[in-house]
Structure formats: C-alpha cells, structure tokens
C-alpha cells in the first residue's frame, strides 16, 4: 500500500487561508468517505483534526474544514493562526487498512 | 475521561524484539479497536496495524507481516505490540490509538497515547 501524496510544505500569513492536498487512488481516497486529517506538533502524539472527508470533532475550531473530489482530498484552513503551525497528516481507510500521506509542514509566517 | 498510557522508552540490539503496552483508561476498553502508528525520526506516520480487543482478531500492514504481534489482556485494559527481528530502521516513536468505530471500518482514531521511543542499536 502506498502512502498518499502531500506537498511537503505549505504556508500562510496570519488571517490567511491556506489549502493542503492529499492525493490517493481510487483503492483508498477515491474509493471511500473516509478521510481523516491529523495536526502534530512537535514532540507531540498526533490529535484527529477532520475525520470522514468534513466532520469536526469537538472542540476543533470551524477554521478547519475538509473536502474531497476524486482522489484528492484537502484540508483548508481559514483564519491563520499562529497556533496552527505543525504538521499535517491525511489518512485515509483502504480496505480494512488505512494509509496516510507523508505530511505536511505548515508555517505561518 | 479517556486515556491511553504507554511504556516507557526501550533500547534494543538488532535482531532483539521489543514489546509495547498501552493501557486502556476512561472507557469500555474491548468497545474500540486499538490501532497502532509509528513515526521515524523525522519522518512522517506510519500504519502498523489493528487488533479488535473483544475478540483478539488482528489486521496487519502487509510490511510488517511476519514480525509484528499485536494482543490485549482486557483483564488490566492493556494492548500490546511486540515487533520482532528488530533493525536499525525500527528506530521509532511507537503509538497506540483508539478507533472510535463511527462508521464500522478502521477509519479514524481519536485519541492517541504519548508514545513510546524504541531505540534499535548495536
């Protein structure tokens, strides 16, 4: 199973919005609504962002929205803050597997 | 509320096998899957596997098939991942996480334990 495809690197200025992609085949991303998105930061476990393509868990601010359109899914996030700065993981389920993409490192300038 | 703890860091030798816990708190623990996730230094996550804690049934990834035993005790609330034949490249932050089990397939996992660091060095 390959790991999806993230741009490794992403950035924004406070108040900005910026987009992450995350780029899969129709045996993971493209096959099911089940996309989940990860935020890490540094020396930290990782903590579930969006899960099912668009769902927030509680307690996630609504500046963090998914989507998807085929293959590709993407994570945006609106309003920059400093705080968002970290690393981004896609994962998606690939039939009774789950695969994730290799990440992303968002930096607020 | 839920908590996933995990042993703590571990130094082996090459061809040693190591073997990590993740006890189970704050919830029904044979009610989620229990999933496991590393992460190399530097680089990104890893999928490992899962084991259904109410049954003890397994699914691993294809790459560690062979060298990796995923069990519970659901007498302490505790999963286990023993990787085995362990090289230099198993170096890695190893973690447990819960599947929530929305949907019915392994397709988010929304709370993770810290971590633990296996170390693999002659």
């Known amino acids: 199973q390959s790991a999806l495809t993230q741009p490794p690197s992403a950035s924004g200025s406070p108040g900005q919005s910026v987009t992450i992609s995350c780029t899969g085949t129709s045996s993971d991303v493209g096959g099911y609504n089940y996309v989940s998105w990860y935020q890490q930061h540094p020396g930290k476990a990782p903590k579930l962002m969006i899960y099912e393509v668009s769902k927030r868990p509680s307690g996630v601010p609504d500046r963090f929205s998914g989507s998807k359109s085929g293959n590709t899914a993407s994570l945006t996030v609106s309003g920059l803050q400093a705080e968002d700065e970290a690393d981004y993981y896609c994962?998606?389920?690939?039939?009774?597997?789950?695969?994730f993409g290799g990440g992303t490192k968002l930096t607020v300038l | 509320q839920v908590q996933l703890v995990q042993s703590g860091a571990e130094v082996k030798k090459p061809g040693a096998s190591v073997k990590v816990s993740c006890k189970a708190s704050g919830y029904t623990f044979t009610g989620y899957y229990m999933h496991w996730v590393r992460q190399a230094p530097g680089q990104g996550l890893e999928w490992m596997g899962w084991?259904?804690?109410?049954?003890?049934?397994?699914n691993y990834a294809q790459k560690f098939q062979g060298r990796v035993t995923m069990t519970r005790d659901t007498s302490i609330s505790t999963a286990y991942m023993e990787l085995s034949r362990l090289r230099s490249d198993d170096t890695a932050v190893y973690y447990c996480?819960?599947?929530?089990?929305?949907?019915?397939?392994?397709?988010?996992?929304?709370?993770w334990g810290q971590g633990t660091l296996v170390t693999v060095s002659s």
């Open positions: 084991i259904n804690p109410n049954s003890g049934g397994t």
């Open positions: 994962s998606s389920y690939a039939g009774s597997t789950v695969v």
């Open positions: 996480a819960r599947d929530p089990g929305r949907s019915g397939w392994p397709a988010d996992l929304d709370y």
